[in-house]
């Protein structure tokens, strides 16, 4: 079954077809928002409200507009931002990176992921983990497709420093 | 280009983009770029392995309630921020179905061009119901059917309207009819003497939907009107439109009789009702005679007692019992006057069900 398939049985309301859906997409969706509302728990209910409200409306979704995979993770997205906006909070937590061991770099390259801003970390996550072209990048964070590559570096750029060491201390804003 | 002017399409490259001659040109030859480039690509590598890492077991599924409608949805709100009892909600709801199937089943069936039953409603000139009959179309329905009781209460006319099915016909049925009317006085002088056999017979064809006129000699005409169903309606006869009584009704309908334990008589698909305290309704079985029941005194009558759809009373040390279809009084007292010998006049052996004036039956006793 295809995604055009799968969407259009979806949108006819087959449970089924929205379980596999669920079960091909979620955990990349909660790893996601793990790194977007800092805990699993928050996470998962986040994911949980995001996957309800496709559910229910699975008519926002248009093909033509890019993968359903890209939808989702901007459905995610919003999701995450209502969930910091009930929070009524819009700064998260700064993690101090203090080991430097070579066993330790890796693990703490995540970390140093969440001291980006909340848009250039949700922008490296979409691109390098979950491969999303620049136009699905564009449509899903509803951003220019001109700037896409811009913001990327910069992104990217940000990520390099912290991770080496440059950067180590910067706040992570809400926007 | 300077190295800073170049990072930007080094990223790009790192996405897998074409970039700018000059760019691509500046960062074939440039090592600090190339090391950069090592490291962007790395950063990506390292954030894919550690995403993968972070792929936990996925919590349960949920269940995924199936999608309803915006009325179903409002529904269910409605129902859960309902103030007045659900219970009773719930009641009402069910009659309101209960209505609207039956309306829409009666409905359905009337559409139908060959029901196995027609109601024959017969209306007098002033639209009130004369009288009711269901006649079954599977050939049970053989005799002469006889419908009797006042055509004018003004001028004291007295009609009685005999239907025989004689089979189908195209979108209707056929029917042999005889009619009679008289002066009360007149009748009850001439009661035992008509020959109704003598009456002259016409072929009539009755088209349900399609009122037809019956002349009643120089007493008026009575209208047939026809209605299709496929089974014989549980409240057919004389305009019934409660299934509760009134308060000085009498309703029989579809009469069984027992004696004893013992069924002595049945007449289906016949309803007979009326209102005052001046009329007694009448059964006639065949062989068992005429039983008269009436809400006020009459001669020679035992008293009995109404429960709902059942008349209890007790004849020569025998208890008696008539079942009816629907609730007979809002009373319980009834006067109960059997006539073992009777025979109708008109139609010896046959049923009979309907009702006379009690003033008619004091003069004939």
Redesign the interface.
């Known amino acids: 079954m295809n995604d055009q398939e799968q969407w259009r049985r979806i949108v006819a309301?087959d449970?089924q077809a929205?379980?596999a859906f669920?079960?091909a997409t979620?955990?990349?969706l909660?790893?996601f928002l793990?790194h977007m509302v800092g805990s699993?728990e928050a996470a998962?209910d986040v994911a949980?409200e995001t996957?309800?409200g496709i559910?229910?409306h699975p008519g926002g979704y248009h093909p033509e507009r890019g993968s359903a995979r890209g939808y989702l993770f901007g459905a995610g997205r919003r999701r995450a931002q209502e969930w910091w906006r009930r929070r009524g909070s819009v700064t998260e937590e700064v993690v101090e990176v203090s080991a430097e061991s070579h066993t330790e770099r890796?693990?703490m390259?995540?970390d140093a992921?969440d001291r980006l801003p909340t848009e250039q970390r949700t922008l490296?996550?979409l691109?390098?983990?979950e491969g999303l072209s620049?136009d699905e990048l564009a449509k899903t964070l509803d951003i220019p497709l001109g700037t896409v590559?811009?913001r990327?570096?910069t992104a990217?750029?940000a990520?390099?420093r912290i991770?080496?060491g440059s950067g180590k201390g910067e706040r992570n804003e809400m926007r | 280009m300077r190295c800073d002017e170049a990072a930007e399409f080094v990223s790009a490259l790192c996405d897998g983009e074409m970039i700018t001659p000059e760019a691509a040109a500046h960062i074939r030859a440039c090592a600090a770029c190339a090391e950069l480039m090592k490291q962007y690509t790395a950063l990506g590598a390292a954030l894919r392995c550690e995403a993968s890492l972070a792929l936990t077991a996925l919590p349960p599924t949920p269940h995924w309630e199936t999608r309803t409608g915006i009325l179903t949805r409002l529904w269910r709100k409605g129902w859960q921020t309902m103030r007045v009892p659900r219970l009773a909600f719930a009641a009402l709801v069910l009659v309101a179905l209960i209505t609207i199937g039956v309306e829409w089943k009666r409905a359905h069936v009337s559409a139908q061009s060959n029901g196995s039953v027609v109601v024959v409603t017969v209306n007098r000139e002033d639209q009130s119901v004369f009288s009711t009959h269901a006649f079954s179309l599977d050939g049970s329905d053989k005799g002469y059917m006889s419908m009797g009781g006042i055509l004018d209460p003004k001028k004291n006319i007295d009609a009685s309207i005999s239907l025989k099915l004689a089979g189908r016909a195209e979108d209707g049925v056929r029917f042999f009819v005889k009619v009679k009317a008289f002066p009360i006085a007149e009748e009850i002088a001439k009661a035992n003497t008509d020959d109704f056999a003598q009456l002259p017979e016409r072929e009539i064809t009755l088209i349900p939907g399609v009122p037809l006129k019956v002349a009643m000699g120089e007493y008026g005409t009575l209208t047939l009107n026809g209605e299709w169903f496929d089974h014989i309606p549980p409240q057919v006869g004389m305009g019934i439109v409660s299934i509760d009584t009134g308060p000085s009704e009498l309703r029989i309908q579809q009469p069984v009789l027992l004696k004893g334990d013992m069924r002595i008589g049945e007449i289906d698909g016949m309803t007979d009702t009326h209102s005052g305290f001046d009329t007694s309704d009448f059964v006639v079985f065949p062989k068992t005679g005429r039983y008269l029941f009436s809400l006020s005194p009459i001669p020679d009558a035992v008293q009995g007692k109404i429960e709902k759809n059942r008349i209890s009373f007790e004849y020569q040390g025998t208890p008696y019992t008539l079942l009816t279809g629907a609730p007979i009084a809002q009373l319980e007292k009834v006067w109960v006057k059997v006539e073992p010998d009777y025979k109708d006049p008109d139609h010896p052996g046959s049923y009979g069900l309907g009702s006379l004036r009690n003033a008619t039956l004091t003069q004939k006793n």
Do not use: D
Request: proline share 2%; charged share 25%.
């Open positions: 309301g449970a929205f379980t669920y079960q979620a955990p990349r909660l790893a793990q699993r998962e949980q996957y309800a559910w229910r890796q693990s390259l995540l992921l490296l996550w691109r390098e983990v620049y590559r811009s990327l570096f990217r750029e990520l390099r991770w080496t």
